[in-house]
């Protein structure tokens, strides 16, 4: 009798050891499911940060091509405009200076 209860003591014993062991890697998995969780999210935000920062590039410079043509076109126009203005002038003058004579 005295051997059969220390086969059932050992066995107990094995059968808490294994399933503390089992406890131990079930808790390990978890903390490890959350910590690939957490690095998965903080991946996808990091990735849309870069992909957001590289669209307001992408506009940044468009918006200063844009800016660059409008200048340019600008100052054509205002060149135009002044010339138009230097003609005036002139046909003015020789329409005062015909006027006196």
Same mark, same amino acid.
């Given at each position: 009798?005295?051997?059969i209860?220390?086969?059932?003591?050992?066995?107990?014993?094995i059968i808490?050891?294994?399933?503390f062991?089992?406890?131990q890697?079930?808790?390990y998995d978890q903390?490890q499911?959350?910590?690939? !969780?957490?690095n998965?999210e903080?991946y996808k935000?990091t990735q849309? #940060?870069? $992909?957001e920062?590289?669209? /307001?590039?992408?506009? @940044?410079?468009a918006?200063?091509?844009?800016d660059?043509?409008? !200048?340019e076109?600008q100052q054509?126009?205002?060149?135009?405009?002044q #010339?138009? $203005?230097?003609?005036?002038? /002139?046909l003015e003058e @020789?329409?005062?200076?015909?006027?006196q004579?």
């Amino acid at each position: 009798m005295k051997k059969i209860g220390r086969v059932i003591v050992i066995i107990v014993f094995i059968i808490s050891v294994v399933a503390f062991r089992l406890y131990q890697k079930y808790e390990y998995d978890q903390q490890q499911k959350k910590i690939q !969780k957490a690095n998965s999210e903080l991946y996808k935000k990091t990735q849309e #940060q870069q $992909r957001e920062s590289a669209y /307001k590039a992408r506009e @940044e410079a468009a918006q200063a091509k844009r800016d660059s043509a409008f !200048k340019e076109q600008q100052q054509q126009l205002d060149a135009g405009m002044q #010339q138009l $203005r230097d003609a005036r002038k /002139k046909l003015e003058e @020789e329409v005062t200076k015909e006027k006196q004579h």
